[in-house]
Nanobody
Framework: QVQLVESGGGSVRPGGSLRLSCAAS????????MGWFRQVPGNEREMVAS???????????PYPNSVKGRFTINKDNAKNTLYLEMNSLKPEDTAMYYC??????????????WGQGTQVTVSS
């Protein structure tokens, strides 16, 4: 059974930082591309970061402009865990964050496996 379990969300003030984690099981983790997505109620789910299966090479454009320079994705193949470092957080980063996995690359909204999500709220 495939499981992706996110953690690390919470409430933070603007300018603060959070580190999200996604623990994977039931897949050959090192063979999977991974990504982080976020969704606000009423909006479409959007990708915020992606990484190739080896974790060492990203896609040509792994971050959208909205998070570029502030978010960093890291895939630890030794721990079967995906991370998202989020710095300089803004209120518009408030969303439910999901990790996704697929052995078809690049990662996309049609990815095969999803976690349950972790809420990030940025507010003063």
């Amino acid at each position: 059974q495939v499981q992706l379990v996110e953690s690390g969300g919470g409430s933070v003030r603007p300018g603060g930082s959070l580190r999200l984690s996604c623990a994977a099981s039931g897949i050959t983790y090192r063979s999977y591309c991974m990504g982080w997505f976020r969704q606000v109620p009423g909006n479409e789910r959007e990708m915020v970061a992606s990484v190739y299966s080896d974790g060492d090479s990203n896609f040509a454009d792994p971050y959208p402009n909205s998070v570029k320079g502030r978010f960093t994705i890291n895939k630890d193949n030794a721990k079967n865990t995906l991370y998202l470092e989020m710095n300089s957080l803004k209120p518009e980063d408030t969303a439910m964050y999901y990790c996704a996995a697929d052995n078809r690359c690049p990662i996309s909204i049609g990815s095969r496996y999803w976690g349950q999500g972790t809420q990030v709220t940025v507010s003063s």
